[in-house]
């Protein structure tokens, strides 16, 4: 039953190549931020509406978020795609940096590809289901704002997880993998420091100086670093300043993304980080409100997914290249410095790595390398993964050593290495859930797996009681 539910499922990838490409494409054109994905969000969920799904839109208060299901009964097997941009990284299908628009957003994520290969593994899912009479539910989780707004630990709050037995998703990469790394939890807080204004040079002495606090503030944070453990990171942007140097700012805005290996190290950074925003107001008698964006968890990975997955890539096979897309490729890498590029291999700890530095697009499917391992990046998968059995797996869609969130994964998004990095994993998302729905020893090992490495360990969310999903982010 399973051999002949994936032949159909694989069937279906194949024989709609062309219609995924077009979402995905328009997806990429649109590039729309967290929380505002709106044409993103209708486009993914009419087309799963058009193959039989139910949908349930504005879930957990978000309304670029939504669940289509399908099926009815157990097991319950999630897929989860992304669709948001990211700001300033508009750019055109060119081996060149060369924006659309100078200052629009952009994939550089590959999110657009990310969104349309789970609808596309999900629908092709339901067909060998309804064709091979599979039983069991399928659920395709619309998730809006991965980047920066983390989406998924609101819809996680707010329950739209429960039941579901286990979660797969895909992620555009430069290599085909299925960690077994773990990432950084964080938290997303704003400072607003108010103080008075007044002129700067006639009476500065009646002044209380808003930017002085963030500045001081800022100063504080940048001590505390040598004191900190290694694996965290602080990065921090003054979103709003002061208007012009004659008047002494009454209003300053900073935005601080905190991370590091474990919740409980996060907290205790995070402690240490208001205690420095309340002594920074006291210095220049100006007043706080600490706006808590979001928080996450570190990532919990799944070795029984992870093998499961490398395995169904091996059977697949990886696409090949044409000479023109290997001459993109290769304009592409120009951009970067071959120091770059290994430092970027150096740090994958990847065994063998000195043996990628003349290869331009990874078409291996090698065994999962980095158990034990914590990324110093952050994702809202995190927190699913603590609640379910989850693996989100990379294909290549872009050159070795090409840097996330660059003008460079854009182009690469929407050219036609990008459409078979999503036809690939469209293929591969589709046969391991169908593992899933069939194989009950296979997803009560990957339970199990995940109970084990727990613990005593519980979920809690860190978000606060009366936080609410930011959806005027880009709007202030």
Request: net charge negative.
């Amino acid at each position: 039953m399973s051999k002949d539910a994936k032949r159909v499922a694989v069937d279906w990838v194949e024989g709609n190549v062309e219609r995924l490409i077009e979402v995905s494409d328009a997806i990429w054109s649109y590039a729309e931020l967290g929380f505002v994905e709106f044409k993103s969000a209708k486009l993914l969920s009419e087309e799963l509406e058009a193959h039989g799904f139910e949908v349930e839109r504005g879930v957990a208060g978000i309304p670029t978020a939504f669940v289509a299901t399908w099926g009815k009964g157990s097991p319950v097997i999630g897929v989860m795609g992304e669709y948001d941009a990211l700001p300033g990284l508009s750019q055109e299908a060119v081996p060149r940096k060369a924006p659309v628009e100078e200052g629009a957003p952009g994939h550089g994520c590959g999110h657009n590809i990310h969104g349309t290969s789970g609808m596309a593994g999900a629908i092709a899912v339901r067909r060998a289901m309804e064709k091979i009479g599979i039983p069991g539910t399928l659920k395709f989780f619309g998730c809006p704002a991965e980047e920066m707004l983390s989406g998924k630990v609101w819809m996680v709050r707010e329950g739209v997880f429960d039941g579901v037995d286990a979660v797969l998703s895909h992620h555009p990469g430069s290599m085909n993998t299925a960690k077994l790394s773990s990432s950084n939890a964080n938290n997303a807080v704003k400072f607003h420091f108010r103080g008075k204004t007044a002129h700067a040079a006639g009476n500065p002495e009646q002044g209380r100086s808003a930017l002085d606090a963030v500045e001081l503030m800022n100063m504080g944070v940048n001590y505390m670093r040598e004191h900190m453990i290694q694996d965290a990171r602080v990065h921090y942007t003054i979103e709003a300043g002061g208007g012009q140097p004659n008047v002494v700012p009454d209003y300053a805005r900073s935005w601080y993304l905190i991370r590091a290996p474990e919740r409980h190290q996060l907290e205790a950074i995070y402690d240490r980080i208001l205690k420095i925003a309340e002594g920074a107001a006291l210095m220049t008698e100006t007043t706080l409100r600490v706006e808590f964006v979001k928080g996450i968890y570190n990532k919990m990975p799944n070795r029984t997914l992870s093998e499961l997955v490398l395995g169904n890539m091996r059977k697949i096979g990886t696409p090949e290249y044409t000479d023109e897309e290997r001459r993109f490729a290769a304009e592409i890498s120009k951009t970067v410095t071959p120091e770059a590029k290994r430092d970027s291999l150096w740090k994958t700890k990847r065994p063998g790595w000195e043996e990628l530095l003349d290869v331009l697009l990874d078409d291996t499917v090698p065994d999962d390398w980095n158990e034990g391992e914590v990324g110093h990046g952050s994702t809202d998968v995190s927190d699913v993964s603590w609640n379910t059995p989850t693996m989100e797996f990379g294909t290549t869609t872009y050159p070795l050593g090409a840097p996330g969130h660059s003008w460079q994964i854009v182009a690469l998004s929407g050219t036609s290495i990008g459409h078979k990095s999503l036809v690939f994993a469209s293929k591969v998302l589709a046969v391991s859930a169908i593992d899933l729905l069939t194989s009950p020893d296979l997803l009560k090992r990957a339970k199990e797996e995940l109970r084990e490495r727990l613990g005593d360990r519980v979920y809690k969310t860190p978000l606060p009681v009366d936080a609410k999903p930011p959806l005027d982010q880009w709007t202030e």
